[in-house]
């Protein structure tokens, strides 16, 4: 099992910024690939990005490709989501996920999840 904690969601303005970060403990944080979801109210849970244990391979939902940025620090047990060109549809409670499963899209795959942080874009 992976515990899985989330934070730096917020109130932001369109246009601005936000960094997301998500801290691990419990199974060895080093081999797991880590990913992002989103949820909007009355909507699914939507695949955001995802990162492959090593750092390297990374995968980006359309919606966010050349805003959002994954990464992750083995050291620390963290991965983030620099979040830049914030939109107001992109207002959702973001949620990080472990999965020992490569880099899929697919939410059934990640067997942890964290609590949530929520992030508001104001127009």
């Known amino acids: 099992q992976v515990q899985l904690v989330e934070s730096g969601g917020g109130l932001v303005q369109a246009g601005g910024s936000l960094r997301l970060s998500c801290t691990a403990s419990?199974?060895?944080?080093?081999?797991?690939?880590m990913a992002w979801f989103r949820q909007a109210p009355g909507k699914e849970r939507e695949f955001v990005a995802a990162i492959a244990w090593n750092g390297i391979t990374t995968d980006y939902a359309e919606s966010v490709k050349g805003r959002f940025t994954i990464s992750r620090d083995n050291a620390k047990n963290t991965v983030y989501l620099r979040m830049n060109s914030l939109k107001p549809e992109d207002t959702a409670v973001y949620y990080c996920?472990?999965?020992?499963?490569?880099?899929?899209?697919?939410?059934?795959?990640?067997?942890?999840w964290g609590q949530g942080t929520q992030v508001t874009v104001a127009s």
């Open positions: 419990g199974r060895t944080f080093s081999s797991d690939s």
């Open positions: 996920a472990a999965s020992v499963a490569g880099v899929p899209r697919t939410r059934t795959l990640y067997d942890n």
